[in-house]
């Protein structure tokens, strides 16, 4: 049996360059026997974290706000495998990525250690340079403290408008990558 995998896609761009490299890895993730459900982050209206604490105490609706973020939970609650796809902004993920991040504390709030629940993960960016430094170091460090395992990156540079990643070896690395998955 396969894996559930989540791709929390933050390009506005549904067929923009990080979508291309979603569509790749799903495909091969998919052929590989895994079921993949990707969230377009962009098209979804999701609140940022108020800092509330208020989350956790109903497993069913783990955060206090209600917003598509209720579409995400269960499915991220299922998950084995969770992407990461952003274009790079600012040398960082998009807003829209970081705006949902930020709100899956609401299912760490649901354990009495707020312990976020152990899943494997996948880093996806696209750029129109190839600074994914800080990009690498943020999330190595959020693997490192939630407890996480990398599976892989894909890290595409120099790509700035809907299609250049048209022969770009990553996209064959992202259908590797998700092929990979079993």
Known sequence: MGKKIVILNGSPR???NTSSLTAEFKRGAEEAGNEVQEFFLPKMKINGCL??????????????????MEKIYPAYRDA??????????????SGFLKNAFDRLFAIAECDPDYCN??????????????????SEHWYDHLEKHIGWKSLGKILCGYVT???????????KQAYDLGKSIK
């Open 14 to 16: 549904m067929n923009g």
């Open 117 to 134: 629940p152990k899943k494997q993960c996948v880093l996806i960016m696209a750029a129109e340079g190839a600074g994914f430094e800080e």
């Open 161 to 171: 408008q809907p299609g250049d990643t048209k022969g770009k070896p990553e996209l």
């Open 51 to 68: 800092g509330c604490w208020s989350g956790g105490k109903d497993p069913e609706h783990p955060c206090s706000q209600r917003d598509d």
């Open 80 to 93: 084995d495998v969770v992407v990461l796809a952003s274009p790079l902004y600012y040398w960082f993920i």
